[in-house]
């Protein structure tokens, strides 16, 4: 086949030329380029890009700008994602990033079935021209964010239209363009416009991948600037799926030689305790294969302050849990060289080898928290020495700043805890704990999960856009997260979108959740349920959202059992506690419940010679009588059936046709003689049909005349009617 060259007349005839040949099949190859995390060079997903093997020498962004000239634009990026597809799932659980334009998102709602596509799918925005229609582009993205996809904006910096994107979709990634990247090292301006769109990647909760690294010097910067991914020349060249990819190890000298002037620069530049303790995280993380946590005591609890590798953070951790509180309570460095046989080890990532915790001073002798260090590899005695340089170091820079202030927004849950005392029942509680949820963490979605009587844990209630698919959370990947959650107060996503994740938060991931907090619902010191508050969008997490929901939580948990409690008392007060059914007390508020003009019926029932039952079985017996007597008729009244004597029965129907009224007391006859004929015993019954202007009561006295002259009758499944 000719090679098909770009022509200098790039006519219609041209376009269409090109785009068929592509369009064949078998024209178009896929092959993956890997995307790199900075701080340890681990490969965290791939780029799918279409090649051709047809000879076509035309660049590739050439074919998709020919594909639009001719309105067949749609057909090349579906037939590229085709190709991807057939690829299959990228190893080892990581994501794979595929090129689409808004325009075919709108145009063509599902390209191609979401199911032939890999799980872990980021739908990577290609469009760099003004695109209006934002509100079209969030409802054709909805399915696939509900599938479990994720959104990365492409060329972020190029345009006003990407950072618009950015803006307005609030994605998980941003991918820097190539020419903000090379020769980056050297041009300050690009800098500040880096080192910008790192603030709002942090501000969002977002990651950015840095496109086009090159050079040691482009990658040296990028890493100290924060830019957390990469891809590029340097690292890794595109190759075909899913070919073994070592990607490019930055050089790192030996940790005893190492110079820690560039953290004692970061730590001298801290101006909080908080930033301290995420200059040193960042620094530890940096060595690959470790995953840092900075905890300092604050209200008796290990607050969280900074932490690197994880999907979550894992925060208000009792003193005495786990490494980091036999760290904080004996104020000594606790080494666990294998975690598989440490008692105090607590498990949460699959993976972890080794774990080493090292105290926190600031002011005083006595320990401000603890740097912990979990381990993907073993841990050698330089890198274990560096760590206890980098506490070192932090605890100086701590005693020197002030400490962080424990922060109680009470103006903002005032008005919550007003509504929640006033609700009167679990349901108008539960809606009262969501809604609250969702104000005070800006998210969108909520789930209320409680402990049964039988000590399961099931959903109570949800809401939100997340709320079918959160209703649906497997039971089991509640239950175990609910267990982790013991010595925690809370345990939120972290806004590295690329970290480890608790296995049983996974299933928050696959349906839609970019942002997720996990809270305990404690009532009288005891773990009563789960709050669980989710957005699609990512999120930068942090004290300002998690610990108004912390005090929520508790006064969720209070309230939500008080309400439980209540309704319980109110249903003993109602209820029949042999047979279950209403009681006379509930019979007679469903009679004053009755509006002025309300058509309604009564009936009137009562068992023919139930003393005799007992008198020869004994009470028990009698008893038994009753309760079968009782589900049989509950199970087959069209309305609530009621209990308002030893053994007289009653119930209220929402009719005035007498014709209906008797039908329902045959009925109820009939079932009752199947039950009663074998004790000698029977059912007589009386119908009364209310009369325009009559009292409830009145239409119950005129029931009940009607039923005793059944029983003067003769009883045994007799009825009367009183007109």
Sequence with gaps: ???????????????????????????????????????????????????????????????FEAAGRIGRRPDLETACLRVVAEAGDPPADRLLFVNISPTVLLERAEPIARSALPERLVLELTERDGFDDLDGLRRALDPWLASGARIAIDDTGAGYASLQQAVQLLPEFLKLERSLITGI??????????????????????????????????????????????????????????????PRRPARPPAVTR????????????????????????????????????YLELGGRLRCQAQRGLWQVLDGMLPTAGVTGLTFRTGK????????????????????????????????????????????????????????????????????LPPEQARVPLRRLAKTAATLVAADDPARTGAVVLRAAKELSAMDSALLAAVSATGELRVTDTDGPLAEALADTDSASLERLFRALG??????????????????????????????????????????GVLVVAH????????????????LAILAGSCLEMAATVD?????????????????????????????????????????HFKSINDRHGHLVGDDVLRQLSA????????????????????????????????????????????????????????????????????????????????????????????
Aim: hydrophobic share 45%.
């Design 185 to 246: 090292d050297a041009d300050r301006h690009r800098q500040a416009l880096v080192a910008a769109l790192v603030g709002f990647a942090g501000q969002t909760g977002a990651s950015l991948i840095a496109e086009g690294v090159e050079t040691e010097a482009e990658l040296d910067w990028l890493r100290d600037a924060g830019v957390s991914l990469a891809q590029g020349y340097l690292l890794a060249r595109p190759a075909p799926p899913w070919s073994e990819v070592v």
């Design 333 to 400: 460095v606790q080494f666990v060289p294998d975690v598989s046989i440490s008692p105090e080890y607590l498990e949460a990532i699959p993976g972890v080898v080794s774990e080493f915790c090292v105290p926190l001073f600031a002011e005083t002798a006595e320990p401000a928290g603890a740097l912990n260090v979990e381990s993907l590899v073993p841990l050698s005695e330089a890198t274990r020495t560096e760590l206890i340089t980098y506490a070192a170091m932090l605890s100086t820079r701590l005693a020197d």
């Design 632 to 723: 049989a008729l509950a199970e087959v009244a069209i309305e609530h059936v009621y209990r308002v004597g030893g053994d007289e029965f009653a119930m209220v129907l929402s009719t005035d046709q007498p014709s209906v009224a008797l039908d329902v007391a045959h009925h109820l006859l009939e079932v009752a003689d199947g039950i009663l004929d074998a004790t000698g015993a029977a059912l007589s019954a009386g119908v009364a049909v209310r009369r325009v202007g009559e009292a409830p009561l009145a239409t119950l006295g005129r029931a009940d005349q009607a039923l005793y002259r059944a029983k003067r009758a003769g009883g045994g499944c007799r009825l009367a009617e009183d007109r």
């Design 536 to 551: 699609r969008h990512p999120m930068a997490l942090g004290p300002e959202q998690v610990e108004p929901l912390e005090l």
């Design 1 to 63: 086949m000719t090679p098909l060259a770009l022509s200098t007349q790039n006519g219609v005839d041209h376009d269409e030329a090109l785009i068929d040949e592509l369009l064949q099949p078998g024209a178009l190859v896929a092959v993956c380029q890997p995307i790199v995390r900075l701080a340890d060079s681990e490969v965290i997903g791939y780029e799918a890009l279409c090649r051709s093997r047809t000879g076509v020498t035309v660049p590739r962004d050439t074919w």
């Design 259 to 294: 110079p820690f002037a560039r953290l004692a620069r970061k730590l001298t530049a801290a101006r909080t305790q908080r930033e301290a303790c995420e200059v040193v995280a960042a620094e530890v993380f940096r060595q690959g294969g470790l995953m840092p946590s900075v």
């Design 487 to 528: 010595p925690l107060t809370s345990c939120y996503s972290s806004g590295d979108t690329t970290g480890r994740i608790l296995p049983m938060s996974e299933a928050f991931r696959g349906i839609g959740a970019r942002a997720v907090i996990v809270l305990p619902l404690i009532a009288r010191g005891r773990r009563t």
């Design 568 to 608: 319980e008392l109110f249903l003993r007060a109602h209820r029949d506690s042999l047979t279950a059914l209403g009681n006379h007390s509930s019979f007679h508020a469903r009679l004053q419940r009755a509006e002025p003009d309300e058509s309604l019926s009564v009936l009137m029932f009562d068992i023919d």
